[in-house]
């Protein structure tokens, strides 16, 4: 945990005693829940509707996910913001408006726990579409998997991530200004309506705020010591300074306030005692040391919970595994550990760096949508560390590639990249290229572990290639059953890593391969696999489709 430094930390005023948190809100009092008057009222879209009954009554799921949901789409909004200060520099506004961070705060008497971020905003129209009236395209795909029993803890997969408040509200507050209208409040108990009113509450300046009125089981997200766990295990990472507001007691010593008083009371006892004094031969004594007074004083500050500085700007050597773990939690929104990652930097004419992760499974829909998405969303582009776009496509993966998950920063790239640039961008050809190189070479790592694993596991260990073990010898197998799908497609799509991807392939699963019992078993349905593979150089497509 690291203490706020003053000039980055929230304003507040200096050394606040027992002060109330710093403004969030709007109207808190429950009796007056979701009936602002002149509030327009709209009805849930049926499916959104659905949804919400099912997260709203969902008891034994992890209720936890909602804050690095929300923490996310803050995160999401200060990005926004920061590109669109890019080209206009007033978007971003000054003082305490321009400082991009996230601030948690607590109103532990009215259980309420706040979520502020000064990113974009939402207008009206934003808010209509976003929070109720629009399903988005992974609510039919969450609501499906429900059925069939799955977690709710999946839902920032299908990036209905809001909605998971209900996980621990029955009644949230999202206050919200855009540069572009006026202050709105959008309330709902997830009862199958909401409300959204002109808010005269206090001035927010730009960005967004949740109040989330905690449900009677769930007041554990009013104690500070969970949201400071939370953010460590979910959000640690996320580029921009999260703060909480804390509640500290300190010892303050008597003297400081009441110095004054004491001295003046000093100096009367003083003028009275200075005739005994003459007297006393004790006058040159030091004056005994009396124990300072102290009482207990509520002080509040804004503490930082994470350390926002760029995972992948750091070095390779200085990130633990846990960190990358973490980190590619933070932007996968997946809650499993990635089967693997490569993080490097790129060199030369482009200047890059980049953490690609592997997901431990197949992302939602990426083999059915294979061909709609592609890489699409795979990767997110900064320039210089200013997002600049999640919509990167083929533009710097192949779609055969469209399962991984990462960042990558570039200094080469302007910060006025367009979409257009993006397609002739002979920079992000040269990006593009290295990525796909360096995702190959783990893949090959893992394939050459296994086949040494095989060769031990024979008898035929070469001594100058000593076999790992452990997990290392089913790493082939574990990508392999997730992602063999992928090579296949690739290796008709991708002529220039055909060669390359063509010495990787596999015609049985690692289950099958256990059973082989000799090397010279192995080697031969491996040769007989890429001799087959070479013979048909012209016609992948109907190869493919028999394994
Ligand atoms: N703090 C916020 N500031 C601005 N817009 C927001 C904020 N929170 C949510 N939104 C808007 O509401 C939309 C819906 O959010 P939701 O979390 O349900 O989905 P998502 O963020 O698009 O997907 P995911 O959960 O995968 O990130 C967002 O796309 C965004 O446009």
């Keep these: 945990v690291v203490f706020a430094d003053a000039t980055d930390a929230p304003q507040v005023e200096e050394g606040v005693v027992g002060g109330s948190r710093p403004g969030l809100g709007t109207e808190t009092d429950s009796a007056t829940r979701g009936k602002r008057e002149g509030a327009e009222q709209f009805v849930f879209q049926a499916e959104v509707n659905r949804l919400m009954d099912i997260i709203i009554n969902s008891l034994y799921s992890n209720k936890d996910i909602f804050l690095r949901e929300l923490i996310s789409n803050a995160s999401d909004a200060l990005d ?12 971003l506004g000054e003082g305490e408006a321009a400082k991009l961070d996230i601030q948690l705060s607590l109103d532990p008497s009215k259980k309420v726990l706040s979520i502020r971020d000064k990113g974009v905003g939402m207008t009206k129209e934003d808010l209509i579409k976003n929070l109720g009236t629009i399903a988005k395209s992974g609510t039919s795909g969450f609501l499906e998997q429900m059925q069939k029993g799955g977690d709710v803890n999946l839902i920032g997969q299908f990036g209905v991530g809001f909605y998971s408040v209900y996980l621990v509200a029955d009644w949230v507050e999202v206050i919200t200004k855009h540069n572009d209208d006026k202050q709105y409040v959008w309330q709902s108990t997830a009862d199958g309506h909401f409300s959204i009113a002109e808010d005269d ?15 009677p089981e769930a007041q554990e997200y009013s104690e500070e010591s969970k949201l400071k766990d939370l953010v460590h295990k979910y959000s640690e990472f996320i580029h921009f300074p999260i703060y909480l507001w804390t509640e500290k007691e300190v010892d303050v010593p008597v003297e ?9 009371q000093g100096e009367a006892k003083k003028d009275a005692d200075d005739e005994e004094v003459a007297d006393d031969e004790s006058e040159d004594e030091e004056p005994e040391e009396t124990p300072k007074k102290t009482r207990k004083e509520k002080r509040h500050e804004w503490e930082l919970l994470n350390d926002s500085q760029a995972i992948w700007l750091r070095q390779p050597k200085d990130v633990s595994d846990e960190e990358y773990k973490k980190f ?3 932007i996968s929104q997946d809650y499993a550990d990635p089967m693997g990652w490569v993080h ?5 004419d482009v200047e890059f760096k980049a953490t690609l992760f592997m997901p431990s499974t197949t992302p ?34 192949p ?6 998950r990462g960042i990558v920063d570039s200094d080469t790239l302007p910060l006025n990249v367009s979409r257009e640039m993006m397609q002739t961008s002979a920079a992000l050809k040269t990006i593009k290229k290295k990525l796909v190189r360096k995702v190959l070479d783990l893949i090959k790592k893992w ?15 070469d001594e100058d290639e000593p076999a790992p073990t452990g997990e290392a010898c089913e790493m082939y197998g574990k990508f392999w059953e997730q992602y063999g799908r992928a090579m296949k497609l690739g290796i008709v799509e991708d002529a220039t890593n055909r060669n390359r991807m063509a010495k990787l392939l596999r015609f049985h699963t690692s289950k099958s391969l256990d059973k082989l019992t000799s090397l010279d078993e192995y080697v031969s349905r491996m040769k007989e696999g890429q001799k087959q593979i070479y013979y048909l150089a012209g016609g992948w497509m109907s190869y493919c489709c028999c394994f």
């Design 201 to 215: 509450g206090e001035d927010i300046g730009r960005g967004t705020v949740i109040n989330i009125h905690l449900k």
């Design 328 to 330: 590619y939690k933070t």
């Design 447 to 461: 394939s050459d572990d296994e086949l040494k694993c095989r060769k031990a596991e024979a008898g035929e260990e």
């Design 256 to 264: 400081e306030e009441d110095q004054k008083e004491e001295a003046d």
């Design 80 to 91: 926004k913001i920061r590109f669109l200060a890019l080209t206009d520099k007033g978007q």
């Design 364 to 397: 939602h829909e990426y083999y059915e949508k294979y061909y709609e998405k592609g890489a699409k969303g795979a990767l997110k582009l900064y320039v210089r560390r200013v997002f600049i776009t999640d919509d990167t496509g083929e533009e710097l993966l």
């Design 399 to 404: 779609r055969w590639l469209g399962f991984l």
């Design 344 to 348: 490097f930097k790129g060199e030369g």
